[in-house]
């Protein structure tokens, strides 16, 4: 079974602070997908990563792979209350493969 | 360029009932994936489908639920003679052909009720 982790489930934040979520996995992906999800909406993907040890940055959002492409860390850099929402990764092993998604983390940022 | 497309957004049914969710994957995508999310849950994967194939459908439910993607129109996932437990929003994804960093597309997903 391809399971994903992530943790924290469920973090409540200050406006203004950083954070870091993490998503944990025994299997190792070719790709990993990163989405925010609001309530009522459907997963809007922030960001796919492909290769171990890439870092790549989306304006206050910095997503990194593991260097055995089976982890992965998105941090945020003072957050805003425009952040919350349910933050989704998303893995998949290689061309044809469903992908498997984590549970997810609950981000409030209160004002 | 239009995204995934689902309808309908809202979809009312009493036990016993056929539901229909349709999906409009984004223009140049063959592949269809169909995901169900309970409320405060993750999305749980159902069946992945390429133009008239089904490539995997180990998350689907062996009785009442199918799905479909055939070569003309949208694909098709079908709950026959729904039961409260259905009640769900499920979503779709498409993603296009080819090349190993495959991104997946939501769509805004179909909320189903059953009363």
């Known amino acids: 079974t391809q399971l994903l982790e992530q943790s924290p489930q469920f973090l409540s934040i200050q406006e203004g602070e950083n954070l870091t979520v993490y998503c944990n996995s025994s299997?190792?992906?070719?790709?990993l997908q990163w989405y925010r999800q609001e309530p009522g909406e459907g997963p809007v993907l922030l960001v796919t990563?492909?290769?171990?040890?890439e870092v790549k940055k989306l304006k206050r959002l910095t997503f990194q792979f593991g260097d055995a492409r089976k982890d992965s860390s998105l941090h945020i850099t003072a957050a805003q209350p425009g952040d919350t929402g349910l933050y989704l990764c998303?893995?998949?092993?290689?061309?044809?493969?469903?992908?498997?998604f984590g549970p997810g983390t609950r981000l409030s940022v209160l004002p | 360029n239009a995204g995934v497309m689902q309808n309908p957004r809202h979809l009312v049914r009493r036990r016993g009932q056929e539901a229909r969710l349709r999906c409009s994957p984004m223009?140049?995508?063959?592949?269809v994936y169909w995901y169900r999310q309970l409320p405060e849950e993750g999305l749980k994967f159902m069946v992945y489908?390429?133009?008239?194939?089904?490539?995997?459908e180990s998350g689907m439910p062996k009785e009442r639920f199918s799905a479909e993607f055939p070569k003309e129109g949208p694909s098709i996932l079908r709950i026959q003679q729904v039961v409260r437990g259905d009640s769900a929003a499920y979503f779709c994804a498409s993603s296009p052909l080819g090349g190993e960093n495959t991104e997946a597309f939501f769509g805004q997903g179909t909320r189903l009720t059953v009363v």
């Open positions: 223009k140049g995508h063959s592949h």
């Open positions: 990563v492909v290769t171990g040890g």
């Open positions: 998303a893995g998949a092993h290689n061309y044809g493969q469903n992908f498997v």
């Open positions: 489908l390429q133009k008239e194939n089904i490539i995997d």
């Open positions: 299997s190792v992906f070719s790709s």
